[in-house]
Structures are given as C-alpha cells and as structure tokens.
C-alpha cells in the first residue's frame, strides 16, 4: 500500500501495519529464542545491550528501551536470577548498580544473537527485498523521535 504523508488515513493504516508486524515479528522471535535458548525477546535485548554497553545501569537500560526503570529493575532481577547478568557497586553513586553479563550470560547473548539474526532473516529479510531505503527510513524516524523525547515514559 502506499502511504502519503498528507493523508492521514493513510498514515494510520502505516501505524496499523507498523504496529501488527511490530508486534508479530516479536512474538515470533520470542517463540524462537524459548525453543532454543529458554529466554525470551525482552531478556535477548537486555542481554545484547549489555554485552555492547558494559557498565551500564538499570536507568540506561530503561532509556535505551523507552520502558519504566521499575518494569526494567524487575527484568534485571529475572536475569540476575538466571545467573546472566551481576549487580556492581557504582563507585560514582552509591544509590545504583552497574551491571555486566556473567560469562553465560555473555555467552547466552552471543548464541541468541546468531537465532536472532537467522530468524529476522526469514522473518523479514526476504519481505524487505534488501532494500536498505525501508530500514533507512525507519531508522531515520527512530532517531527523531528519540531526539525529541517522543514516547519516553515518565516514570
């Protein structure tokens, strides 16, 4: 379908489809990363920031996700009960914890990450045809909305 910025119906069918294959492609990789790994999306993607942010804290996470530190603080609990991810003094404030992948944890991301990307592939790899223009746009789109605090949450 193609979408005209002037037409706002025709931006809401965009949201409708943006949302509904959001939403379908999640569930799927999550249906994925359970069967193989025993985690799911949401600890995949902790997992990875980790891994590419060491030292990063719960109110990182929460940024970097758009998501509520105190939903993010009881997903950090989840995994530290796992055995993933560890809790660090901060030596800069004492009132927050780094965090950093235990080795199965890192190892953990690593093996999903390899799921992940086999999976988007069939997922949506073939459905973009390689054209790098729909992954620019939205990258372009991210990108605004976070430099603009669009969609952070407040609490």
């Not at 990063?56 to 991810?85: C, N, P, Y």
Request: charged share 30%; hydrophobic share 40%; aromatic share 4%.
């Amino acid at each position: 379908m193609a979408y005209k910025s002037s037409d706002a119906c025709d931006l809401v069918a965009l949201f409708d489809d943006l949302v509904r294959c959001e939403t379908r492609v999640y569930n799927a990789l999550s249906d994925r990363l359970r069967c193989e790994h025993s985690l799911v999306t949401s600890q995949f993607e902790s997992l990875r920031h980790l891994r590419d942010h060491p030292g990063a804290r719960v109110a990182d996470i929460a940024a970097a996700f758009a998501i509520g530190i105190g939903a993010t603080s009881k997903a950090v609990d989840r995994l530290e009960k796992q055995g993933w991810v560890v809790r660090q003094p901060n030596p800069d404030d004492r009132r927050s914890s780094l965090l950093a992948l235990t080795d199965e944890g890192a190892r953990l991301a690593d093996a999903a990450e390899r799921t992940a990307t086999e999976c988007l592939t069939e997922l949506i790899g073939e459905a973009l045809g390689g054209s790098p223009a729909t992954a620019r746009a939205l990258a372009d789109l991210r990108a605004a909305l976070e430099r603009d605090r669009i969609g952070t949450p407040t609490g």
